[in-house]
């Protein structure tokens, strides 16, 4: 199983999320620490290569989690939101500068000690 890293705000923005929504999150993060895929996805490249969205959607809204699982050993959670516009989130999420940037140092430290 891979272990979870959250960068940035996300871990605190997921805990923001409705009980049912969070719930459904947590079982979708656990199918991917799991090298399975979500029930409900998205490939985000215009965000970056192997950057994914998991899709929920619960009578409260619509929910978001973007993370990247292309490590061997660990999963970057990079963002959790409401989505609240029909645009496509490519359009709509503004990436925070912060925690783009700490997973890029991950992401270097991971190409150089396999973790």
Do not use: C
Not at 48 to 54: N, P, R, S, T
Not at 90 to 103: A, G, M
């Amino acid at each position: 199983m891979k272990k979870i890293k959250f960068v940035g705000h996300s871990l605190h923005d997921l805990k923001a999320f409705p009980l049912e929504a969070k719930r459904e999150a947590g079982f979708q993060l656990d199918k991917v620490q799991n090298g399975l895929e979500p029930s409900d996805f998205k490939t985000m490249k215009s965000i970056g290569a192997g950057v994914q969205e998991i899709r929920i959607r619960e009578s409260s809204g619509i929910y978001r989690v973007i993370y990247v699982a292309k490590f061997a050993q660990t999963v970057f959670v990079l963002h959790a939101f409401q989505k609240k516009t029909k645009k496509p989130v490519s359009l709509t999420w503004q990436q925070p500068k912060e925690p783009i940037n700490k997973w890029k140092r991950h992401k270097n430290y991971e190409q150089h000690t396999n973790i």
